[in-house]
């Protein structure tokens, strides 16, 4: 799915919201992804229960992120995170000044994240 590189959210089999919904989660649902081969690891929210059992997707940069190829082992984690109250961006280039509204597109973008982490 296209939309899914656009932000930090992944998608689970049906299994897994059956599962969560059997355990006293907070909400909303986050989740730590980590590569147990490397242990590297990074937060996300699920945007689906669609997935074929056994399988996830993961956005393609979030798996370069966490070293991963496709088929290789996740592991998945119900976490919560403390709220976060500040957040400071830096444009990696002058050109972001030059959007009509940046403060508009931030927020539309980051819409697309779960986490911030």
Same mark, same amino acid.
């Given at each position: 799915k296209e939309e899914l590189e656009k932000g930090n959210k992944i998608i689970l089999p049906q299994s897994a919201l059956d599962h969560?919904?059997?355990?006293?989660?907070s909400?909303?649902? /986050?989740?730590?992804? %980590? +590569?147990?081969?490397t242990s590297r690891s990074t937060h996300g929210g699920v945007q689906?229960?669609?997935a074929e059992e056994g399988t996830c997707f993961f956005p393609y940069w979030m798996m370069q992120n966490l070293l991963l190829q496709?088929?290789? /082992?996740?592991?998945? %984690? +119900?976490?919560?995170l403390q709220?976060?109250?500040f957040v400071k961006l830096?444009?990696?280039s002058s050109?972001?000044?030059?959007i009509h509204n940046p403060r508009?597109?931030?927020?539309?973008?980051?819409?697309?994240?779960?986490?911030l982490t």
């Open positions: 969560l919904a059997r355990l006293n989660i909400w909303p649902m /986050l989740f730590e992804m %980590t +590569n147990p081969a689906e229960f669609i496709e088929g290789d /082992l996740v592991r998945i %984690t +119900n976490t919560s709220k976060g109250s830096q444009p990696v050109d972001f000044l030059d508009a597109v931030l927020e539309n973008s980051l819409r697309n994240f779960a986490t």
